[in-house]
Nanobody, 127 residues
Framework: QVQLVESGGGLVQAGGSLRLSCGVSGRTFSSYGMGWFRQAPGKEREFVAAISWSGGTTLYADSVKGRFTISRDNAKNTVYLQMNSLKPEDTAVYFC????????????????????WGQGTQVTASS
């Protein structure tokens, strides 16, 4: 059974930074892509960023491009999301997710491509 545990959320002033981490167990981490999604109150869960199994391909939502960076450390079975220049509209629960496709190196990452999810971590950027 795949388990994903997020950490690093919190309260920060607008313009500040946070780094989220997601530890993964129960799967060969280095064989699968990973993603981050977020869900604000009253809104649907939306894609934030994804990274391929090798780290060679990354993809970002337009709303976070240039501010957020996704990375992974396969030796630590961990994926990260560095969030800079946070805005109040970034406030949401952030979820990490594991891609169902081993060794996928394309650039298409849909919500349905992810089959395991963490419990989420709250990020609040105050104005």
């Amino acid at each position: 059974q795949v388990q994903l545990v997020e950490s690093g959320g919190g309260l920060v002033q607008a313009g500040g930074s946070l780094r989220l981490s997601c530890g993964v167990s129960g799967r060969t981490f280095s064989s699968y892509g990973m993603g981050w999604f977020r869900q604000a109150p009253g809104k649907e869960r939306e894609f934030v960023a994804a990274i391929s199994w090798s780290g060679g391909t990354t993809l970002y939502a337009d709303s976070v491009k240039g501010r957020f960076t996704i990375s992974r450390d396969n030796a630590k079975n961990t994926v990260y999301l560095q969030m800079n220049s946070l805005k109040p509209e970034d406030t949401a629960v952030y979820f990490c997710a594991a891609d169902r496709r081993p060794y996928y190196s394309g650039s298409r990452f849909r919500r349905s491509d992810f089959d395991s999810w963490g419990q989420g971590t709250q990020v609040t950027a105050s104005s």
